[in-house]
């Protein structure tokens, strides 16, 4: 049996046997399904996603814990439409993308996601830099060692062996909420703050408010895990498996991402530190909550990165070649699928020469990217949702009457503020209006 054999196959052999139906066949199962949904959740939690979650606990403390509480409900919906959709149709986004809306469609989606996931990749390389920078090792060494390695274990390994490593590493975000109860909080305030909503009118407010959504319900989320679920073949008899893993992943992600604004809230907040970067908030850590906390909060970082970096090249390749037919995924050998190995190869190549440009103007970066995802997150959000509520394509698993009024009701105010985000960070600034 080749390597490469999908680990659910492998799985599901071992559990079946010889036809004989297991003692304890629900954990097992578990096992089995269990990783995509969690990767994916734990992914979204990147050096991008950490330097915003501290933006917020450094300028308003705990008043925006309530909002991570309905990003999670909405996330949850979200991912649980492309985990059926992948599981039902065995067919990833971008391909039922193409088949039931066209190929210009297809087109331009790919083309937004190329550049968008391009940017955010090299902005993982450079959280990296930032991390063992950190620790005393200089970016053009670890930034090349980083790429080697993420390029080797997905080129050169199998699925399984590069989801259980991925999943090992979303483990190390727990750091977080190590940190979190370093920092000391004060725990009625926190408590408080997270049932009971602060809003505020002024624009620095509002800005953070969107970027904290746009930056927990982004894209490659939504593809690699779709891909990932076909890939790993993952049927409509283990959606309800799949689901589990789903809701596992977003609560165990979003709690990190609640803890990482909890730290620096009980911290930084009070000691009015600014910050720019996640390198700078576990800087900045080091004297109010102790060196302990700050190297807590470096080595998330650093985890974070690498795995962010790993998965965005996998769900750009995967995409694109379902797309255009070409063949594609982990599974297949270099030789099978040379366009899927050369898009992953060039983006790792790519972005990892980009961060070791001395002087890059990361945070310029950042926003860039922002701005790309916040255009192509509505659109991704509409065709999941019409593909979820079709049911000559899903048949009785298309989405009920309550869950539709969920689901788009999730579309329209994620899509919302992913454009608010787009008219702040671009329109305002060509008429010389800076809100924040």
Not at 77 to 93: D, P
Not at 179 to 199: E, I, K, M, N, Q
Not at 348 to 369: D, E, N, R
Request: contains cysteine; proline residues 4%.
């Amino acid at each position: 049996m080749s390597e490469r054999t999908p680990w659910l196959a492998l799985v599901s052999r071992r559990v079946r046997g010889a036809g004989r139906r297991p003692r304890r066949p629900g954990w097992l199962k578990y096992l089995a399904v269990l990783g995509p949904g969690i990767i994916a959740a734990a992914a979204g939690n990147d050096a991008g996603g950490i330097t915003t979650y501290s933006t917020v606990g450094a300028q308003y403390g705990y008043q925006l814990l309530w909002a991570m509480v309905l990003i999670t409900v909405s996330l949850i919906v979200v991912q649980e439409m492309v985990a059926r959709l992948g599981a039902v149709t065995g067919k990833g986004l971008s391909d039922l993308i193409r088949e039931q809306f066209g190929v210009r469609w297809t087109a331009f989606a790919m083309l937004a996601l190329l550049v968008a996931n391009a940017g955010t990749t090299t902005s993982e390389f450079a959280g990296v830099a930032a991390a063992m920078e950190l620790f005393g090792i200089s970016k053009y060494i670890s930034v090349p060692i980083a790429a080697v390695m993420i390029w080797w274990l997905v080129a050169r390994g199998s699925f399984g062996r590069v989801e259980r490593l991925f999943l090992a590493m979303s483990l190390i975000a727990v750091t977080y909420i190590v940190s979190a109860f370093l920092a000391r909080p004060d725990w009625g305030a926190v408590l408080s703050h997270t049932v009971v909503p602060t809003v505020r009118w002024d624009a620095g407010f509002l800005v953070m408010f969107v970027a904290l959504v746009g930056t927990t319900i982004t894209p490659y989320m939504q593809i690699y895990q779709q891909s990932s679920i076909v890939e790993k073949g993952i049927t409509a008899r283990d959606y309800g498996l799949a689901r589990v893993d789903v809701i596992t992943g977003v609560l165990f992600s979003d709690l990190v991402s609640y803890f990482i604004i909890v730290a620096t809230g009980a911290t930084l907040f009070f000691q009015g530190t600014r910050v720019e970067t996640a390198a700078d908030a576990a800087a900045a850590l080091a004297p109010v909550a102790g060196p302990f906390a700050s190297t807590l909060f470096a080595v998330g970082l650093l985890g974070a990165s690498v795995l962010a970096a790993g998965v965005l090249p996998i769900a750009t390749a995967f995409p694109i070649c379902e797309a255009f037919g070409w063949e594609a995924g982990m599974s297949r050998d270099m030789a099978d699928a040379p366009v899927f190995y050369g898009i992953f190869t060039s983006m790792i190549l790519v972005s990892a020469l980009v961060t070791l440009i001395p002087g890059l103007p990361l945070i310029q970066l950042q926003i860039v990217v922002q701005v790309i995802n916040g255009l192509l997150l509505p659109i991704e959000l509409v065709f999941i949702t019409l593909l979820a509520s079709n049911h000559e394509l899903l048949g009785r698993f298309t989405n009920g009457r309550g869950f539709a009024i969920l689901a788009w009701t999730t579309t329209l105010v994620v899509g919302v503020l992913a454009l608010a985000l787009v008219v702040i960070t671009v329109v305002l600034p060509i008429f010389g209006i800076q809100l924040g």
